[in-house]
Structure formats: C-alpha cells, structure tokens
C-alpha cells in the first residue's frame, strides 16, 4: 500500500488514523484529510471505506469510478475522509458519535479519530454517558442469550463462550463499558468498520483498538451520542457534514436541524443552504464547505 498526502488540514496521520492537534483554547473542529491512495491488489470500495472511514459511495463519486466494477490495481485515488468533530469532545473522554460512525479521544495535546461499525437499526447502540469499567487482551466471548437465539433462528448454533483467537468476534482487544451488555472491541471482519452492523457494541480495525486500548483505562468517562448532522467554521469558511439519520431519532426534518444548529453557531447567514441541503439530500458522510458567496 503506498499513500500519498495531498493536503494535511492539521493532521498528523499514522496508518488510518486520523488525528488533530488540540491545544489550548482552540477545540479541535476536524479529524481527517485528504490523501492520495494507489489502489492495490484486493482492495474494494468497501474495504477502502471501512480503512478510512469514509462511505464507499463517497469514495466512487469522488474519482468517477462505477461501484459495480472491480477497482483497478495501481489507479491513484482521491480519499477525503474530514470529519467534524463533534462539540461533546473533551480532553481524557471518549466520544462515540452513532450516525458518523466515529469514535474521537482526545489527549492532553492531540484528538485522534477512529471510524467504527455500530449497532444495527434492529438492535441499536445506546446513546448515553458511560464508564470504564474492563480491559481484557485476547478475550472470550460469552455469547449472550439474544444473540443465541437470533442465531438458532436463522438454522445456526452458537457455543457457551467463544474462545480466544481468530474466530472470535471480539478480536483481541475488549474494553467494557457500564452500559449493559456494550463494550469497544476489535473484529477479525475488517469490513465491516463504517456500517450500522453490530449487536449493539462497538467495533474498530484491529490496529485502531489497540491504539485506543492503550491510551484508556478503567474509569475513563465516556459519552455517546447522536449527531447525524455536524456544522463548523474552519478557517473562516462553513462546512457542513451529513449521514443519514440511521435510528429515526430526529424529531424534525434533516433540513429544519440543520438550520437549528446554524442558528446556535451563529452561522446561519453564512451558510449557502442550496448547498447544505444538497448535502443533506445525499450524505456524503464527510465535511464539505458550503459557505455562502460574499
């Protein structure tokens, strides 16, 4: 895999994970960047968007590609994975925004930006404050009655406890949280990051758990939320950021939130809202600037 930076909006990137410097009073307001990526052999849209964290459908429109055809081994591609981070950030707290699909933890001096799988519309991710209250390497999974039966019902039979190693669904990390039943884990289906997916819990990419496993500890605060729609000022220009709203949790319209939301930063009058809504209509999933013409 080679990849190549075409533009780095404070960013210091190691592998897929974005993160953004964050000091002082200035909060961090973007994770990600745009990057050049040559496609290798075995790569697909979705295995590129669970990497980066971005959707495949973004990444097809931003290089012209046809999603029905195999990606071409050695084609230079354009990634745009820039995400708002969400205002509820907090240095030493975890932030787990369900419809962007993101996790953000920020240090002393530096935010870090995790794509992530979540909970199914079936069998969704909780929204609420949460505690730290495990860490395990190479755990087993105790199968939980629901899934058990969810399984059995769709002709398979699952185990007691699955043990460690590479069938376990949990990977080898785990990290439990307060909330019954939900933890941050790891996952051996790589493709899987960046989808609703989940029972429930939350899932990274193998190298992106063991980072956050290793930077939390029992008793880290955490909270998750639910911001389908993100809005920002970044370097004096409007930027908005849209997902579908995967819960039906809205109790307006996509297009009346927005505005809401504009109205709270102060920017509604700076905002080009053709543009905004056209964001809204079809979500790209990332920041994309929709200031008005001055």
């Known amino acids: 895999m080679r990849v190549r930076f075409f533009i780095v909006l404070t960013l210091l990137r190691v592998i897929t994970l974005g993160t953004t410097s964050a000091s002082g009073a200035d909060r961090p307001t973007i994770s990600g960047g745009v990057t050049g990526y040559t496609v290798a052999a075995g790569d697909t849209l979705t295995a590129l968007a669970a990497r980066f964290g971005v959707y495949p459908s973004t990444i097809a429109i931003d290089n012209q590609l046809d999603p029905r055809r195999p990606l071409e081994i050695g084609r230079e591609l354009r990634i745009d994975n820039r995400h708002i981070v969400p205002d509820a950030v907090t240095p030493g707290e975890i932030i787990v925004n369900v419809p962007q699909r993101m996790i953000f933890y920020q240090d002393i001096d530096r935010l870090r ?29 105790h199968v939980p009655a629901s899934i058990r039966a969810e399984s059995a019902r769709a002709g ?13 669904p949990l990977g080898r990390f785990w990290i439990g949280l307060s909330l019954s039943g939900i933890g941050i884990h790891g996952t051996p289906s790589q493709s899987s990051i960046y989808q609703a997916a989940t029972h429930g819990c939350i899932r990274l990419q193998r190298d992106q758990i063991a980072d956050l ?36 949790r809205l109790s307006m319209s996509p297009y009346q939130h927005a505005r809401e939301l504009a109205v709270r930063l102060g920017i509604r009058d700076r905002v080009d809202w053709m543009a905004a809504d056209r964001e809204i209509d079809q979500p790209g999933g990332v920041a994309r600037r929709v200031s008005a013409s001055r």
């Open 113 to 141: 930006g995790y794509p992530i799988a979540v909970g199914r519309a079936t069998w969704q991710t909780p929204a609420g404050h949460f505690t730290v209250i495990r860490k395990e390497e190479n755990p087993a999974w």
């Open 213 to 248: 496993y290793a930077r939390v500890s029992v008793g880290t605060p955490g909270r998750i939320v639910y911001e389908p729609i993100l809005m920002a000022e970044i370097d004096g220009e409007i930027y908005i950021e849209a997902h579908a709203d995967v819960y039906r």
């Open 156 to 168: 398979h039979t699952l185990p007691l406890v699955v043990p460690p190693g590479p069938g376990n």
